[in-house]
């Protein structure tokens, strides 16, 4: 009798906690989320990041707080993502230069972009312009290829510095191509722009919203866009893939990941609100108006995607030989 009713008991408590389950995994997010932005405050990412965020905040009825972890080319705040507790409450928006780049192109890193991370959604993709100063007299990639071909090492490229993703989409250009443009580094994107624009280089690979008024001004002129797609502010400038360089792609692309470990279920919980997000007519204007295109997509593919990137880069840095400590 007195095992009857100690069984009675076990039964009786687990029927009071089977219906408390699922009520539990629906309250996700029961408290604000922390996106980890491996940048500092008011650049690119930041901006990017900012509306999605609110809008998400909106949607779910918590706040998504931007913590900017920057510095180390972005390796501090992976570190600090890849270190969080798994339970959805933590989330990382990485760049192409932390998924894909940095893994090869420093000696070593704090993190494994693969090992250490859940995929959740590629966020947005941006375009680079090949642009270049009037006085070179190019007009398409053929002719800037042909220049390059007479002149080896003479044609000097701009970019933001060493191991910058324009340092690394022009290299990426020589090794595809088979020519020799000499890098010039310079400590960020306005001076190696202004230099450009004076003709003390005469090559760039620029972001459109830094570019295109320049462009329409006559002080630069457009040659090409990085990526397999036309910038859509500039839809009569040709891809340097359909211009003579089949396959060559080059960007920056804005992922979300999750801590390793974080449960499947909760991973589908913020792919769906990004995507979400995503869909909205305010935001996608707001993303396209800033030179990026949005994108969504499942972790599966984002999974594949970064790991296709990760080989990708490691050739071209070794084949460049480029290196930071």
Request: charged share 20%.
């Amino acid at each position: 009798m007195f095992k009857i009713k100690y069984l009675y008991s076990i039964v009786g408590a687990a029927l009071v906690f089977l219906p408390a389950l699922p009520a539990a995994a629906q309250a996700f997010p029961s408290k604000p989320l922390r996106l980890i932005l491996p940048y500092p405050p008011g650049g690119g990412s930041d901006t990017i990041a900012r509306p999605v965020t609110r809008k998400i905040s909106e949607n779910i009825g918590q706040q998504v707080i931007v913590d900017n972890r920057g510095g180390a080319g972005g390796n501090i705040g992976m570190e600090t993502a890849a270190r969080a507790a798994p339970d959805g409450y933590t989330i990382v928006m990485a760049l192409t230069a932390q998924l894909a780049v940095n893994p090869s192109l420093y000696a070593k890193v704090p993190y494994d972009p693969v090992r250490d991370f859940e995929p959740v959604t590629l966020l947005a993709n941006g375009a680079y312009l090949l642009v270049a100063h009037p006085s070179l007299p190019a007009k398409t990639v053929k002719e800037v290829i042909a220049i390059a071909k007479k002149r080896p090492g003479e044609l000097l490229y701009a970019s933001s510095g060493n191991g910058s993703g324009g340092h690394l989409a022009n290299e990426l250009f020589n090794v595809m191509t088979g020519i020799k443009i000499t890098h010039v580094p310079y400590k960020g994107g306005g001076p190696a722009l202004v230099d450009t624009i004076s003709g003390q280089t005469q090559l760039l690979f620029a972001t459109p919203i830094a570019s295109v008024g320049h462009i329409q001004a006559g002080r630069l002129r457009a040659i090409a866009v990085s990526t397999t797609k036309r910038v859509g502010t500039m839809p009569e400038v040709p891809t340097v893939s359909e211009s003579g360089v089949p396959g060559y792609d080059s960007g920056v692309w804005y992922a979300i990941l999750a801590p390793r470990g974080t449960p499947q279920n909760l991973v589908a919980r913020l792919n769906e609100e990004f995507r979400k997000a995503l869909g909205d007519p305010g935001i996608r204007e707001f993303l396209s108006k800033s030179g990026v295109d949005p994108e969504g997509g499942t972790p599966e593919e984002l999974g594949k995607y970064i790991r296709s990137e990760l080989a990708k880069w490691a050739k071209v840095i070794k084949a460049a030989n480029i290196r930071l400590d």
